[in-house]
C-alpha cells in the first residue's frame, strides 16, 4: 500500500498535468458583437463547449448607470427606457459586447468601448474636461519594467490613459516581488507581463497590448513603435545599459521619457523631454565616458548602482539607510532595495506627469516625493 505521502504526490502531479493543457497565461480577449450573425454563432458554440467556467451580465446595471450620465439629478429613479433586457429581444442581443477571457475561462457582458469609457471615466469630470480624457484615452505608451512599472501600469489605466500599451519585462514573478507587486502567492511563476497584461484587458478588455518578454531597449521598441508611434516611454528597468537603450532610441524618435527611482521612502520622478529636443541622457548628471563604458559592459551592476547614487541621485538626497542599502547591492543584498508603498507612491506619480505630457504641459526635469 502507498503511504500517505506517495498518494498526495501522484494527486498533485495528476492534477498539475491536467491544469496543464488549460490556459492561464494571457491571451487575446474574444470580443463578440451579437448584433453580427457570425460572431453569435461562434458565442453559441463556445458556451455549448463545456469550456466556460461562468457568464457574468451585469448589462443592466451599466445601462441604468449610463443614463444616469446623462440626468445626474435623477439617477437611480428607475426607467424601463435604460433596461436592457425589457421589451426589445433584438436590442437585449445588441446592447454592449460580449466578452471571453481564456485564462479564467469567464465570459462577460460588458458596455461598448466609448460607454465603458465614459463609465469608467465619470468620477475623473471636471477634474478633467471630456477633451482631454478623450486626448489621454487616444495614447500609446510603452512600459519597461514590470515591478514598479506594475503600480505605474494601474495608476495610467484606471485614470482611462492608454488604448494601446507594450509591456516588457523578461522575468517571472517571484515571491520577492510580492513587497510591490500587486499579486498573490498563487501567481507565482507567471510571468509578469501575462500578470499584468490579465489587469489590463479585466479592467479595459479594448485595450491594445504588445508584449515583450526580452530585455527592453532600441531594438525591442524599433520592432513595435510602426506603424502607431509611442507617445511616451516610462522606465522602470534595473539595467543601466538597457536605461541608456532606451533613451537613444527615444532621442531617435523625439519620444519623452519617464523614469521613476524608488529609493526607501523616497520617489524620483525624472522626466527627459526628447520631443522638445533635451538630448541629454539622465540630463547630463553622468559623465559621458563612464555612460560609455556602462554601455559597453564594462562597469559590473554594483559599481553601475554607485554611479546611479554618486553622480544621478545624489547620496545627499538619501537617508543613510538608503545609501547603507545601495552600497550593500552585491555583497549583503541582491539587487536595489525596494518598498511596496514607495513603488505605489512612484506609479502614482508617474501617472500625474504622464497625465501632464499628453495634455500639453512643459514639464521636464527632476520631482521627489516622499517622507
Known sequence: MESNDEAVTAAIESYASQLATEPTEW???????????????????LLSSGQVRQVRDESSSFAEELAGLDRPGRRGEGDSAV???????????????????P????????????????????????????????????????????SVGSSVV???VMTGIGDRYLLGDMDVLAVTNLNRVRAGVVD?????????AKRVSELDPYIEQVHVHEPIGCEALRRHNDPRPFDLIVDEVDDIAAKLSIRRFAEERGIPVIMATDVADKAFIDIERYDLGEGMPFHGQIAADRLQAIERGEVDARSAAMTVIDEFIGPDQLSLRA?????????????????????????????????AILLGERVSGRYMLGW
Open 103 to 146: 485564462w479564467s475561462r469567464d465570459v462577460v457582458r460588458v458596455p461598448r468601448r466609448s460607454d465603458l469609457l465614459r463609465l469608467r471615466s465619470d468620477r475623473n469630470r471636471f477634474l478633467i474636461t471630456s477633451s482631454e480624457q478623450e486626448r489621454l484615452s487616444n495614447a500609446s505608451i510603452a512600459v519597461a519594467g514590470l
Open 154 to 156: 494601474d495608476a495610467l
Open 188 to 196: 507565482v511563476g507567471e510571468s509578469k507581463v501575462s500578470l499584468i
Open 27 to 45: 491571451s487575446p480577449p474574444r470580443l463578440f458583437d451579437l448584433a453580427d450573425v457570425a460572431d453569435r454563432q461562434e458565442l453559441l458554440t
Open 323 to 355: 545609501v547603507e542599502s545601495l552600497r550593500s547591492i552585491g555583497q549583503e543584498l541582491v539587487t536595489w532595495p525596494q518598498l511596496g508603498k514607495t513603488a505605489m507612491l512612484a506609479g502614482a506619480a508617474v501617472a500625474h506627469y504622464v497625465t
Open 83 to 101: 433596461d436592457p433586457d425589457r421589451g426589445n429581444a433584438e436590442g437585449r442581443l445588441s446592447h454592449g459586447v460580449w466578452v471571453w477571457f
